[in-house]
Nanobody, 123 residues
Framework: VQLVESGGGLVQAGGSLRLSCAAS????????MGWFRQAPGKDRVFVAA????????LYADSVSGRFTISRDNAKNTVYLQMNSLKPEDAASYYC?????????????????WGQGTQVTVSS
């Protein structure tokens, strides 16, 4: 599975962005998907995850209620809708694919990673 993120950019605090992650291959619908982010000098941390069917989602406390993860299996794409953005949300955002929906807050659970897309939030 190859993953390509898009949709990053510069936004003012309080604004919104929608990230997309397009996956290659016909097995996309078999994978749980996650979003992580990494700020300069910091570790890559979990943001959100969604099961293969889309019926289950999981969020980090820091984004719960502001971010929404979704997927369209017909388009092989997973999305991250980010609302009420804060300066502390600025980071490179990465999507990742995992064959199982288990402990998806953990980086090692993922089998494939994209290259990332940059999100900058101005105050």
């Amino acid at each position: 599975v190859q993953l390509v993120e898009s949709g990053g950019g510069l936004v003012q605090a309080g604004g919104s962005l929608r990230l997309s992650c397009a996956a290659s291959g016909r097995t996309f619908r078999s994978y749980a998907m996650g979003w992580f982010r990494q700020a300069p000098g910091k570790d890559r941390v979990f943001v959100a995850a969604i099961s293969a069917s889309g019926s289950r989602t999981l969020y980090a406390d820091s984004v719960s209620g502001r971010f929404t993860i979704s997927r369209d299996n017909a388009k092989n794409t997973v999305y991250l809708q980010m609302n009420s953005l804060k300066p502390e949300d600025a980071a490179s955002y990465y999507c990742a694919a995992s064959y199982v929906f288990d402990r998806l807050q953990v980086l090692k659970k993922y089998d494939y990673w994209g290259q990332g897309t940059q999100v900058t939030v101005s105050s």
